[in-house]
């Protein structure tokens, strides 16, 4: 696992050893966890490696900058320096297998206080194993005791490090109850996500997941797994979502660069429905395909 350490990282304006890219005790990336970040796909295709949606993680690196206030790096950074960065990154370190990328902006101003703006910015890269984080044959949630925290505390929309103390807390709060992972509720009691994932319903032939107004991240493959759906002909629905319809839902899956696309065997304790996963294993299939071959109807996100 610590194999990934032979790996350079990008930081600041430079490639260096994973031991020296360090940033201060006293930055505010590390007093109060501000950092924005992403996580993409590097895979191996027919025709050499391939990021997946890069444009779209960069997009969403740039929207979290900008609801926390990290001016600087949306000043400091475009779309095709960072990619001319990543594939640095990933030819320096020649790369040949599938791997993630983690990017992260780090405001690392030493002692500004607590404030966000006009302060220095580092970006970071690192490559690290393609590991999911539940077990992708199938696994098993609990809806969590800690709620997701709303757009009017700490935006889940923003993907940034602080608010990750809260998937911390419901994701050990599952492991330690001997579930894989948890469901969070929003503060009005509807499923929101899970502690890195989001989350899709199947009834009745229909594929459902809750609606951006429920204290989610916008996941990325979120996007990717509604427009698979509608090329496959499959009706979707963006709503709100009750705690029960997981109990009484035909299939249940996760979906996030990490989480891949898993089916979901058990809700607290309640068998998620036959155990039959037609839908789910149709959109796994074609979310393979998509993120692999270099011949599918998504090759503009490679
Ligand atoms: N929700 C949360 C809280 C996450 O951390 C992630 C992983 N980035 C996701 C959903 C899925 O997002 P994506 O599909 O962009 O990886």
């Known amino acids: 696992m610590s194999e990934f350490k032979k790996y350079k990282v990008f930081i600041g304006d430079k490639f260096v050893d994973f031991a020296d890219a360090n940033l201060s005790v006293a930055s505010s990336a590390v007093l109060y966890g501000l ?8 895979n191996k295709t027919e025709k050499g490696l391939a990021a997946f949606r890069l444009k779209d993680h960069f ?13 600087k790096f949306n000043d400091q950074w475009t779309y095709e320096e960072f990619t001319k960065k990543v594939k640095e990154l990933i030819e320096l370190n020649n790369v040949e297998e599938d791997v993630f990328i983690r990017a992260s902006v780090h405001v690392d101003e030493i002692l500004p206080g607590t404030r966000s703006r006009n302060l220095s910015t580092v970006l970071s890269m690192f490559i690290y194993p393609n590991t999911s984080i539940v077990p992708r044959d199938g696994c098993r949630l609990k809806t969590s005791l800690w709620r997701r925290v709303p757009d009017t505390s700490i935006p889940a929309r923003a993907k940034v490090n602080g608010a990750y103390v809260n998937s911390v807390l419901a994701k050990q709060d599952a492991i330690d109850s001997g579930y894989d992972d948890c469901i969070f509720l929003d503060h009005n009691g509807h ?18 997941t809750p609606d951006k107004s429920s204290d989610l991240l916008e996941g990325i493959n979120r996007k990717t797994v ?43 304790s ?11 294993t149709k959109i796994q299939e074609a979310y393979l395909e998509a993120t692999h071959s270099s011949d599918s109807k998504f090759l503009e996100y490679l």
């Not at 950092?35 to 590097?42: C, E, G, L, Q």
């Not at 997009?59 to 001016?71: A, N, P, T, W």
């Not at 309640?270 to 789910?280: C, D, F, L, N, S």
């Open 35 to 42: 950092s924005v970040y992403t996580v993409f796909p590097v």
């Open 59 to 71: 997009k969403r690196l740039q929207e979290s900058s900008h609801i926390i206030g990290i001016d």
């Open 191 to 208: 499923v929101s996500e899970s502690s890195a994932a989001n989350v899709f319903i199947v009834r009745n032939s229909t594929l459902i």
């Open 226 to 268: 509604l427009e698979i759906a509608r090329n496959l002909g499959i009706k979707v629905e963006k709503r709100l979502v009750d705690l029960t319809e997981l109990y009484v839902a035909d299939e249940v899956f996760l979906c996030g660069t990490s989480a891949y696309i898993s089916p979901v065997f058990e809700v607290d």
């Open 270 to 280: 309640r068998k998620v429905g036959t155990g039959e996963h037609r839908i789910t």
